[in-house]
């Protein structure tokens, strides 16, 4: 009995101790092309493997960032996982008068190929399970440079601007599950959220202008825009060019409740929840140019902020079926309620000189139900194959699609492998492919010229787990 307080407060020196490694982590992460809009596809590489299923089937602790009752499934009393995402991109717009095309490459230091950093320990202590990890939760990027048709104002007027973009979205999650009963699991957490954004965009001053005739600009810069002799585009820069660095950053938060019951001793299903989020204004310093036939580009430096951009609530159902002792097949429904935070992107401008504007891009998600499908096939002690499948809704619109966020991959297949190093550790391997999707988008107001996005890409995931 004595022992149990130092026993205690060994355990909260170390999860201090993970707390410290995994802000460190998060840190110094790359950004990370999501594929289920601005989220990614699964966890962890057993996740990522079949399909990025975790709702009712144990995927190691990074089950605490879908379902964090899945913790308490978990066979050993410690696991620390570490591993790495690596994303390669394939985005091509075309624009449908002139039949240019711009393909997005590496041209800055911002972007591509993506990485993503996965970190978490997790402890049992009697019928708890505690969990402490940083994942990269998504994000996107682009960098078409400054030459395409995509840096053209109104008039052909060859502008030199850059067009681009990076989001990154990094969890810190704290997490619990409770075994209520041999059955029963039941689990919750809250996570830290930090997102950032690099952007680069030029529109054109009819999509200003159609802006404007929606009531979707206002402020005291809008009458010294319309003011100018010839106005052909106005471009917002919000970029630090740096491998870690974004323009605008914030801090916020979200939460996740789940549960997982046994049917039977093959037979497993799951549920679980995370909140929307709830993140402060992106913040930081940018420039505003705006692009005259006659007085050329005119830059005004100041500060901008990204206000109430949030990433969506989440509900998952899940169900796990052991076929027999080598083969086990598992199956995810989400509902993500993208229309709840992605209606509009809400610019707001405060130039250093004074003056302000304030612009809102509309984009207007529909919500999204997503099937995964899972397989893992247990070859001998040491080798387990896995492949799965996972099918989308579009949550984007054509009639709103940015060529600098091409966010509509929606099918997925992945295959990876576990191999067993030793009865403590293992390594896991995950390859995914998002087949290429193509949309159109016509005219005003995200774009001047008609355009076709298309977009494919592949992730590579690596992770060694240590069981003690």
Do not use: C
Request: net charge neutral.
């Amino acid at each position: 009995m004595k022992a149990e307080p130092r026993k205690r407060q060994h355990t909260g020196r170390r999860a201090m101790k993970l707390a410290a490694v995994a802000l460190a982590v998060a840190a110094t992460a790359g950004a990370a092309h999501a594929t289920d809009v601005f989220r990614l596809e699964g966890f962890g590489a057993v996740s990522r493997a079949m399909g990025g299923v975790a709702t009712a089937y144990d995927v190691g602790p990074a089950g605490m960032m879908t379902n964090p009752a899945t913790l308490s499934l978990m066979s050993a009393d410690h696991a620390a996982m570490v591993g790495l995402d690596l994303v390669t991109t394939d985005i091509d717009v075309r624009n449908r008068d002139s039949g240019e095309s711009v393909h997005s490459h590496d041209h800055g230091s911002n972007r591509g190929p993506y990485y993503a950093p996965q970190l978490a320990y997790a402890q049992r202590l009697g019928d708890w399970t505690l969990g402490l990890g940083a994942f990269a939760q998504g994000g996107l990027g682009t960098e078409f440079g400054r030459h395409s048709f995509l840096s053209r104002a109104n008039g052909g007027l060859d502008t030199g601007l850059e067009n681009s973009s990076r989001l990154l979205v990094l969890n810190i999650p704290l997490a619990a599950s409770f075994r209520v009963s041999d059955a029963l699991t039941v689990g919750g957490g809250v996570d830290a959220v930090w997102q950032g954004l690099n952007l680069d965009l030029l529109q054109g001053a009819d999509q200003v202008g159609s802006l404007i005739g929606a009531g979707r600009v206002s402020g005291s810069l809008l009458p010294v825009l319309g003011g100018l002799p010839d106005l052909r585009g106005a471009h917002f820069s919000l970029t630090r060019n740096a491998p870690l660095a974004s323009g605008v950053n914030a801090w916020g938060y979200t939460a996740r409740v789940g549960m997982t019951y046994a049917l039977s001793a093959d037979t497993r299903i799951g549920a679980a929840y995370t909140a929307r989020s709830q993140m402060s204004d992106m913040d930081g310093r940018a420039t505003l140019t705006a692009v005259d036939g006659v007085a050329g580009k005119i830059p005004l430096q100041g500060r901008l902020r990204i206000r109430d951009f949030q990433m969506p609530a989440v509900l998952n159902l899940g169900l796990s079926q052991r076929v027999n002792e080598q083969l086990t097949v598992a199956a995810d429904v989400s509902r993500v309620f993208w229309s709840d935070t992605m209606k509009d992107i809400k610019v707001g401008f405060v130039a250093d000189g004074g003056g302000e504007l304030n612009v809102r891009l509309p984009q207007d998600y529909r919500d999204q139900t997503i099937l995964a499908l899972g397989a893992a096939w247990q070859v001998d002690s040491h080798w387990t194959l896995r492949g799965g499948l996972r099918l989308a809704q579009q949550a984007l619109r054509s009639s709103t699609l940015f060529a600098v966020i091409p966010a509509i991959p929606r099918k997925h297949l992945s295959a990876g492998f576990g191999y067993a190093l030793s009865p403590a550790s293992s390594v896991d391997f995950a390859w995914s492919h998002a087949f290429q999707e193509s949309m159109d988008n016509a005219g005003l107001p995200n774009t001047s010229a008609p355009i076709r996005v298309s977009h494919a890409q592949d992730n590579a995931t690596l992770v060694y787990t240590y069981r003690f």
